[in-house]
């Protein structure tokens, strides 16, 4: 599997990533920090860092993310997503629930 190099493909993972960011109901700092590096070292447009900034700055969530383009790379978006719940510590239970979902989402069996 090749890696995707898509500016599209990573703005859709950046927009799953804020979702499972939030989905213990609030954003951990290293998350958001994780978030804004991620979005910076896959040099996404200037438009989508300043959305991804305003949207950590004010808790703006971002539209669902399309789904279709992540199944191309479903292992890259688990290895993302895996990434940033461990980046505060502290994995809680909604996020286990959610990396489930996401496993769900992109058609891969259970882990």
């Known amino acids: 599997m090749t890696t995707p190099t898509d500016d599209r493909f990573y703005t859709e993972l950046l927009k799953l990533l804020l979702?499972?960011?939030?989905?213990?109901?609030?954003?951990?700092?290293?998350?958001a920090r994780a978030l804004l590096s991620a979005a910076q070292r896959w040099?996404?447009?200037?438009?989508?860092?300043?959305?991804?900034?305003?949207?950590?700055?004010?808790g703006e969530p971002l539209p669902a993310p399309n789904l279709g383009l992540l199944r191309q790379h479903p292992d890259e978006v688990l290895s993302t997503v895996r990434t940033l719940i461990e980046s505060d510590a502290n994995v809680h239970l909604s996020e286990e629930e959610m990396l489930a979902q996401i496993r769900e989402l992109l058609g891969l069996p259970p882990a």
């Open 19 to 31: 979702h499972v960011a939030w989905s213990d109901d609030e954003l951990d700092p290293n998350e």
């Open 43 to 58: 040099k996404l447009p200037v438009p989508e860092l300043q959305r991804l900034e305003r949207c950590l700055e004010l």
